[in-house]
């Protein structure tokens, strides 16, 4: 045979020469070429290469079929004829190698249908979504099918990397990154029918169906639980005991029972929504779900037994604690406050009684939160009745034979940040050995704080929000709790509230707050920390307050003098952000229709200003502020002192709500082309010209 058919690609699939890797496999002689041609189905000449693919498989079919030769051999051909045999083999062997058994190929003609989708990169190559060339998988066709539907259709037999699926899916946000090229796709025939086959089927389907096998969108799935897929999937796994069902998967159970907590919807509505066939298996599938919770999950993932001490000093503990109370670094703190829950007026008169609240008006039980001063949840112990306060509680959980917080968690110098509720307690809590961080109280004789406790006040709230900041997380996110209970789920309420407080432990961010994470507002806190404000001091000395002030009207053109700051120079100012939301609340309070502030002021000198401002709570109290600045500076340095007439007027670490809004207003807001006002439309829901009358003037006459 003629060798003037010699190329450069392996002459079976085309490959280059200069793209072989591996063992390449040169065609040397006439009978080899012959034999392969046979094969392969093609054109093999004398000098071609065969890459290594195709090598190998020539290679294993010669193997194959010697062995097969071999054992016929043994069993049908006699001894003595071996000889005959051999020299016949070897005068076939020069015509043509009997090892390269002939093997045809099946060639499938596909037949093509071109359809009006869009269509992305066609390769084999290359992920078609990032374009890596290595770890590529075959896209699955779930991927294909879920691509078809949002984004595209991709050709059987692209691929991509594995880090792009889940669930032999897309990731959703991944989606995005499929690029249509065409407006046009070639698709096979068989192709059409398996894609339209299961687009049918998926059309018909309810949303029941859907979770069971992942069809349904991230975004959707997270509206409904709170969790995405992947967080269900590690939920799933933590559930060793729960099973799948002939009714239901334990994807299925788990997305039910999170749709109740989130929603805290009636089981018929469960049911409509998801496509139940009874309204009973909402209650069936919670079932479940709250027995593998309490068996598996729980035990081990959740509480005062399953939590070490020093792994909540060392991942839980903001710098806080150690730095505005000089606490060390071997002591933990705990956040702790009770939480209610409304539900059902009970007919037993006993316990309706117990249960009843003469603060709220109505009956409720009492969940009590642990949690460290990052918001992640200790524990929640309980439920307690209603008429139990939050001293009382603490004192209960303190006092208990198997108390887990006492004994176990608890050590020598441990701060317990609380609020005012729990004065009764201290004095215990002090007895054992432990340290009590609280609001200051206010003496009945005195109208203010002294500039000490309103600054030791101010340490405490920084640390103890965090706590109802939980509660509010769990009251929003899970609505199941911010409604009235029904009294049948009051003996596993706080079953429910563990699981839920375990929920946003395992997969909800944790609450630092600026203070805790900027070391420039911390150092501008610890600075500016005094036993003494020399403001207030010089007021009263000087009696500024006697004194007949001429008032007159604040306007954004006055004071052009006043430091001016940006936002991150406010938090710096008010020790946080909390301050910073109080002061827009309050100034919107201030403004009038056309931006225009209703205060009054008067310069006592020409660095020193007094500001007349309405209570926030009571309309007819008004207090003098005072705020000492440098003219024409910016930065929150250009504040040097300021004081006021409330009751947290004295501090000097941020400052009230009445100061804080003066300031946020000369130094940032009049500089802005639109004030912020929280809620401006609620304001006027109840104007007397949008009130609809109901009733005729002459409605006597009927």
Known sequence: ?????????????????????????????????????????????VGDTLCQKCGGAARFAKSKQR??????????????????????????????????????????????????????????DYCCLCSLKSGLIVVPFEARRQALTERGFIPEGNRCCRKHLIMKKFYNDELLNLKPISHSSNVTVADVAKLFKALSVTSDRELHDRIG?????EDRIKTFTGL??????????????????????????????????????SNEMICSVLGLDRHQQVSEFSKSVLSSFERDILPSRFGLRSIDRDDLIKNHSTVLLQNLHDVSDDNLGLVADGTYWKHQKSSKNEYQRSSFSGHKKVPLCKPFTICTTDGYIVDVLGSFYAKEN????????????????????????????????FRDIVSQLESDGYRVLMPALKDRNLKQLSAEDSNKSRFVTMLRWVVEAVHGNVAQKYKFF???????????????????????????????????????????????????????????????????????????????????????????????????????????????????????????????????????????????????????????????????????????????????????????????????????????????DHVVTSIEEDSDDD
């Open 1 to 45: 045979m003629s060798t003037s058919g010699v190329n450069d690609k392996c002459p079976n699939c085309g490959l280059s020469k200069k793209k072989m890797v591996g063992k390449k496999t040169r065609v040397d002689t006439e009978d080899e070429a012959i034999a392969l041609s046979d094969y392969f189905a093609t054109t093999v000449v």
């Open 67 to 124: 062995k097969v030769e071999e054992a016929a051999a043994k069993e049908n051909t006699p001894q003595s004829s071996s000889q005959e045999s051999t020299a016949s083999e070897s005068s076939q062997q020069s015509k043509i190698d009997p090892r390269y058994s002939p093997i045809k190929k099946e060639v499938i003609e596909q037949e093509f249908i071109q359809l009006p989708l869009k269509r992305v990169v066609s390769s084999h």
């Open 213 to 217: 096998d992942f069809t349904i969108s």
């Open 228 to 265: 995405n897929w992947e967080q269900i999937i590690e939920l799933r796994e933590m559930a060793v005991s729960l099973r799948n069902t002939d009714n239901r998967t334990v994807t299925q159970a788990l997305v039910v029972f999170l749709f109740r907590l989130r929603t805290g919807n």
């Open 390 to 421: 939050d001293a009382k509680i603490l004192e209960k959980i303190l006092n208990a034979n198997d108390s887990d917080l006492k004994k176990p968690m608890c050590k020598k110098d441990d701060v317990f940040i609380l609020d005012r509720v």
């Open 482 to 688: 911010h409604q009235q209970l029904d009294n049948r789920y009051l003996p596993e309420a706080d079953l429910y509230c563990r699981i839920v407080c375990f929920l946003i432990n395992q997969f909800g961010k944790r609450l630092i707050s600026r203070a805790a994470t900027d070391d420039e507002v911390l150092n501008y806190i610890l600075n500016r920390n005094s036993n003494e404000n020399s403001l207030a001091t010089e007021v009263i000395l000087e009696k500024y307050n006697r004194r007949k002030s001429l008032f007159q009207k604040l306007t954004s053109a006055d004071l052009q003098d006043f430091p001016e700051m940006t936002e991150q120079d406010l938090v710096k100012l008010y020790s946080g952000t909390y301050q910073l939301k109080q002061a827009i609340s309050y100034l919107a309070e201030m403004l009038g229709e056309n931006n225009e502030i209703n205060v009054s002021y008067f310069k006592e000198s020409a660095d020193l200003l007094k500001v007349r401002v309405r209570s926030r709570h009571i309309e007819s109290k008004t207090y003098n502020c005072y705020i000492q600045y440098k003219p024409n500076t910016i930065g929150c340095s250009g504040i040097v002192r300021f004081c006021c007439e409330c009751a947290n007027g004295m501090r000097t670490i941020g400052c009230c709500s009445h100061v804080a809004a003066v300031i946020y207003y000369l130094a940032y807001a009049r500089f802005q082309s639109c004030i912020v006002k929280p809620a401006e439309h609620l304001t006027r829901i109840y104007e007397q």
